[in-house]
């Protein structure tokens, strides 16, 4: 079955640029989304179709994904952002979500 | 405004049997796609079954099928998920999420309904 790998864990300073990213085999031949969820909350689609932003969602969360690896990007962090990350992708017949990625902002 | 909210959950043995219920209002329901993702305490996301807007299509990961069937009636606007054979390990809160038009990705989550296989 197909797999996709986070990092368990980012730190990032408030106002620098986290990075996250998600890894599978021959990932951008697939569409690639990303939800944030904060402690007790449920998920939030932040993007989707690997770059493209839902409504209301700040312009400091972007995406990519090249080759076997995707990666979420949020530029300018800040407190708020500190939430698990989780990557996702179709795989024929089944979605698969990344195992997630906490942020930690220090 | 969307809403989706989840019912049914609750505490049973292992072997057992549940149903739960996600209501939708605020959009068209028939016209989306319709998904069950769970979570675990403590762990991460988990997607267990996808259903079309029309009923056509089904899919569910390995780890539930066999046991679990996804359905819905899109004249009372719900999605359902019928669960047997109930193992320790489907201890979860499970959500339904609405696919975005066009599928890919999940752009509206219930709050969940949390589920307990314990003797």
């Known amino acids: 079955s197909y797999e996709l790998t986070q990092p368990p864990s980012v730190s990032v300073s408030p106002g620098q640029t986290a990075s996250i990213t998600c890894s599978g085999d021959?990932?951008?031949?697939?569409?690639v989304c990303w939800y944030q969820q904060r402690p007790g909350q449920t998920p939030l689609l932040v993007i989707y179709?690997?770059?493209k932003r839902p409504s209301g969602i700040p312009e400091r969360f972007s995406g990519s994904n090249s080759g076997n690896t995707a990666t979420l990007t949020i530029s300018g962090t800040q407190a708020m952002d500190e939430a698990d990350y989780y990557c996702?992708?179709?795989?024929?017949?089944?979605?698969?979500f990344g195992s997630g990625t906490r942020v930690t902002v220090l | 405004e969307v809403q989706l909210v989840e019912s049914g959950g609750g505490l049973v043995q292992p072997g057992g049997s549940l149903r739960l219920s996600c209501a939708a209002s605020?959009?068209?329901?028939?016209?989306?796609?319709m998904n069950w993702v769970r979570q675990a305490p403590g762990k991460g996301l988990e997607w267990i079954s996808y259903?079309?807007?029309?009923?056509?299509?089904?899919y569910y990961a390995d780890s539930v099928k066999g046991r679990f069937t996804i359905s819905r009636d899109n004249a009372k606007n719900s999605l359902h998920l019928e669960m047997n054979s109930l193992r320790a390990e489907d201890t979860a809160v499970y959500y339904c999420a609405r696919d975005r038009v066009g599928g890919f990705s999940h752009d509206y989550w219930g709050r969940g309904t949390l589920v307990t296989v314990s003797s």
């Open positions: 259903i079309s807007s029309s009923s056509g299509t089904v």
């Open positions: 021959k990932l951008e031949e697939r569409y």
């Open positions: 605020g959009f068209t329901f028939s016209s989306y796609s």
């Open positions: 179709e690997d770059a």
């Open positions: 996702q992708a179709w795989d024929t017949t089944a979605n698969v």
